[in-house]
């Protein structure tokens, strides 16, 4: 069962936007809408930001969002702040089955 | 509020079997998906299956079928992963999450618990 595949890294000034990008397959991602994006600092547990690709859990800011075109769904985070610096991971079920999968993980530096 | 709460770190030799557990707390423990996944050392998420408290019931991926077996305690509110024949490359922190919709099984996992070290070396 292949990862979904994410940029390694990506990089922005504070105030700018950023989109992380998750591809997957028509089996996965593109299959159906239960795609979530996970935000992880060095030694904690990953942290829910977005489900059902474009929700966000209370207390997330707004400046997360999260959308879908086919098989690749995306992060966007506007207004970069320096607290935003962490490990930002893709998953998604398995259509038609129980299984899930996430993506490799995407660095997020702020300069 | 809603808390998941892991066993701590372990040391074990290859070839060994390491038991995880990971108590509930806030919900109706019988009502969501426990998952599991684990975190090699500077590595990404991997997802390794999930139990259904309510009735115990299991799904596994595929690369750890073999291996592991996740079991519940409802009395304690407790779930447990266990890894057999323990390699080098299974030392990883090990999460437990719990599915975000109560009776659905969305894959989506929220909130996680703290983690727990599993270092296997001889």
């Known amino acids: 069962q292949s990862a979904l595949t994410q940029p390694a890294s990506v990089s922005g000034s504070p105030g700018q936007s950023i989109t992380i990008s998750c591809t997957g397959t028509?089996?996965?991602?593109?299959?159906?809408?239960?795609v979530s994006w996970y935000q992880q600092h060095p030694g904690k547990a990953p942290k829910l930001m977005i489900y059902d690709v474009t929700n966000r859990p209370s207390g997330v800011s707004n400046r997360f969002s999260g959308s879908k075109s086919g098989d690749t769904a995306s992060l966007t985070i506007s207004g970069l702040q320096a607290e935003d610096e962490a490990d930002y991971y893709c998953s998604s079920r398995r259509s038609s089955s129980t299984l899930a999968v996430f993506g490799g993980g995407t660095k997020l530096t702020v300069l | 509020q809603v808390q998941l709460v892991q066993s701590g770190a372990e040391v074990k030799k290859p070839g060994a079997s390491v038991k995880v557990s990971c108590k509930a707390s806030g919900y109706t423990f019988t009502d969501y998906y426990i998952h599991w996944v684990r975190q090699a050392p500077g590595q990404g998420l991997e997802w390794m299956g999930w139990?259904?408290?309510?009735?115990?019931?299991?799904n596994y991926a595929q690369k750890f079928q073999d291996r592991v077996t996740m079991t519940r305690d409802t009395s304690i509110s407790t779930a447990y992963m266990e890894v057999s024949g323990l390699r080098s490359d299974d030392t990883a922190v090990y999460f437990c999450?719990?599915?975000?919709?109560?009776?659905?099984?969305?894959?989506?996992?929220?909130?996680w618990g703290q983690g727990t070290l599993v270092t296997v070396s001889s």
């Open positions: 999450a719990r599915d975000r919709i109560e009776l659905w099984l969305r894959t989506e996992f929220d909130p």
């Open positions: 139990i259904n408290p309510n009735s115990g019931g299991t």
């Open positions: 028509s089996s996965d991602v593109g299959g159906d809408n239960f």
